[in-house]
């Protein structure tokens, strides 16, 4: 099962990040290491779009921790876009729709 | 296991992470032939299997152990229980560290964790059993059979009738 990321720095001062497919044990290392690669290039403002994702569990959203917490450490921010229940979901049982700033449409987490 | 007399599947998968999915796949689509359950709950069902899935995965490379995770799904007349068998060193559920509440900062350094709170959240019962020898976690979703209680043997056996003249009967009466 791959995992497709397709990064877009068309839009400074953001970058977005479109991850498609499954994040789970096995996929969730590619994002984790996309997170890394970003921020050490410097970017500050990371919106990762999971519209395009159709699983995600606890392994996906230690990434997603992750990343918010590193960049938020160089004074920067990662926040979401997803509309999907589904992944809403995880997010909403775990508490971690109040830690993550989740938008429903990446023009919206640009404005944001 | 007890009280569920059916055994529905079982699934020996190596303790690698890309078998995760494959457990995923197969579980949900005996679910969904098995059982009347809708998306959501099928859903929830193959995100607490996943989670489950993950800990056995890391617990076999935690003792660098070769053996297999053993996924079972077993069903009775009201429910259906998935079971996911690991041959890791086992862990101490009572130590197992309590998240601090969202609103403290603190919380964000629990990357790793979530994983038995999401199932507790997702599934109707959990159970977990953990010795040296490894850990067993028991998830239970309470639902109906399929279908008025037929299998797939039964309604398998259903397309052999002749509709036509079933149908016939019906309005002849």
């Known amino acids: 099962m791959d995992l497709g990321i397709e990064v877009d720095d068309?839009?400074?001062?953001?970058?977005?990040v479109a991850v498609r497919g499954e994040v789970d044990i096995a996929t969730a290392p590619k994002l984790r290491e996309k997170l890394v690669e970003l921020a050490s290039q410097?970017?500050?403002?990371?919106?990762?779009?999971?519209?395009?994702?159709?699983?995600?569990?606890?392994?996906?959203?230690?990434?997603?921790?992750?990343?918010?917490?590193?960049?938020?450490?160089?004074?920067?921010?990662?926040?979401?876009?997803?509309?999907?229940?589904?992944?809403?979901?995880?997010?909403?049982?775990?508490g971690l729709n109040r830690a993550f700033t989740i938008y429903e449409t990446v023009d919206a987490a640009l404005a944001g | 296991m007890e009280g569920a007399a059916d055994r529905v599947l079982c699934l020996e998968i190596p303790p690698r992470a890309e078998f995760v999915a494959v457990a995923r796949l197969v579980v949900s689509t005996a679910a969904k032939s098995r059982r009347a359950l809708a998306d959501d709950r099928v859903a929830d069902l193959?995100?607490?299997?996943?989670?489950?899935?993950?800990n056995?995965?890391?617990?076999?490379?935690?003792?660098?152990?070769a053996d297999r995770v053993t996924v079972r799904v077993d069903e009775d007349d009201e429910r259906l229980v998935v079971t996911v068998e690991d041959r890791g060193p086992g862990f101490d559920l009572m130590e197992l560290p309590t998240h601090p509440a969202v609103t403290d900062p603190n919380r964000l350094n629990f990357e790793r964790g979530l994983g038995i709170p999401i199932i507790r959240n997702l599934v109707d019962e959990v159970t977990f059993t953990s010795d040296e020898g490894g850990t067993t976690v028991t998830?239970?979703?309470?639902?109906?059979?399929?279908?008025?209680?037929?299998?797939?043997?039964?309604?398998?056996?259903?397309?052999?009738?002749?509709?036509?003249?079933?149908?016939?009967?019906?309005?002849?009466?």
Do not use: N, Y
Not at chain 1, 62 to 90: E, Y
Not at chain 2, 46 to 54: D, F, G, K, Y
Not at chain 2, 141 to 150: D, E, K, Q, T, W
């Open chain 1, 10 to 16: 068309s839009r400074p001062p953001h970058v977005v």
């Open chain 1, 42 to 94: 410097g970017a500050k403002q990371v919106v990762v779009d999971l519209d395009g994702v159709e699983f995600l569990d606890s392994t996906g959203l230690g990434v997603l921790i992750g990343g918010m917490k590193r960049l938020r450490g160089l004074d920067g921010d990662l926040t979401l876009v997803c509309t999907q229940p589904r992944i809403l979901k995880v997010f909403e049982i775990t």
């Open chain 2, 46 to 54: 193959t995100l607490a299997l996943s989670e489950a899935c993950t």
């Open chain 2, 56 to 65: 056995a995965i890391e617990a076999h490379g935690a003792k660098e152990e």
């Open chain 2, 139 to 173: 998830l239970v979703l309470r639902c109906p059979p399929s279908i008025a209680g037929m299998g797939p043997d039964e309604l398998l056996e259903l397309e052999d009738v002749d509709l036509e003249a079933a149908w016939d009967d019906e309005v002849t009466q």
